[in-house]
């Protein structure tokens, strides 16, 4: 479609990988290249719908076109990468084998301030980008005033919220807050004076 510059092995980085259960870059990257090779994996799966040799297979693959096809799945890639997109130099400077601690300790500040950021002023972008790329793979958008529809939901159960409430509070403040604790767990008081005492006592280590 002319989308993608073309040369050897340049695109071989938009494959779906299996992504690392323990790298947040791996999750980033795959969220990324599912963006990008949306329409191409809705085409594969309709050619496997229409190729099953068995009803069973048929009825598996059915499935997973129907899911990608959801708005929920399409919010998810959107907030997912931008999460993790925020995350990702932070991910990178982990993971080098000489690593700056004191540089390190900024890049966790960095990015529990721009998840803080998004928190209160991301909402509004997000589900514009969401809306723009439901609208171009025909993926139908709900009305966020009308109560929320859980499709796992026994109807004799009354809800008692709407799709807005369940998208930005059940879904977006707590991801965001989910990814917050797991900084403040990982780095917290204790340990980040752990490291700034290490840094000291390596000169490489300081930022003038």
């Known amino acids: 479609m002319g989308e993608l510059e073309t040369c050897r092995g340049l695109n071989q980085d938009l494959g779906l ?6 790298r947040w870059r791996s ?32 009825a598996k693959v059915s499935g997973y076109l129907r899911s990608c096809q959801m708005f929920e799945v ?34 966790v500040e960095v990015a529990k301030r721009k998840l803080q950021m998004l928190r209160v002023d991301g909402w509004n972008p997000l589900k514009d980008k969401v809306s723009t790329f439901c609208i171009k793979h025909d993926i ?21 919220h709407t799709t807005l409430h369940h998208y930005r509070v059940d879904i977006f403040y707590k991801i965001i807050d989910r990814q917050l604790q797991e900084l403040d ?13 290490v840094a000291c006592l390596n000169p490489v280590s300081f930022i003038f």
């Open 185 to 197: 767990d990982r780095f917290n008081e204790g340990t980040n004076d752990l490291f700034h005492g």
């Open 74 to 107: 399409a919010f998810m890639l959107r907030l997912m990468k931008d999460i993790l997109g925020i995350t990702y130099d932070l991910n990178i400077s982990l993971q080098k084998k000489e690593q700056n601690i004191a540089n390190a300790m900024i890049l």
């Open 17 to 22: 990988v299996r992504a690392s259960d323990t």
């Open 140 to 160: 139908r958008i709900p009305n966020f005033d009308e109560p929320y529809a859980n499709s796992g939901r026994s109807r004799h159960k009354v809800v008692d």
């Open 27 to 58: 999750h980033y990257k795959s969220f990324g290249n599912f963006i990008l090779l949306f329409d191409s994996t809705i085409d594969v799966l309709d050619t496997l719908v229409e190729d099953a040799r068995t009803l069973n297979e048929r």
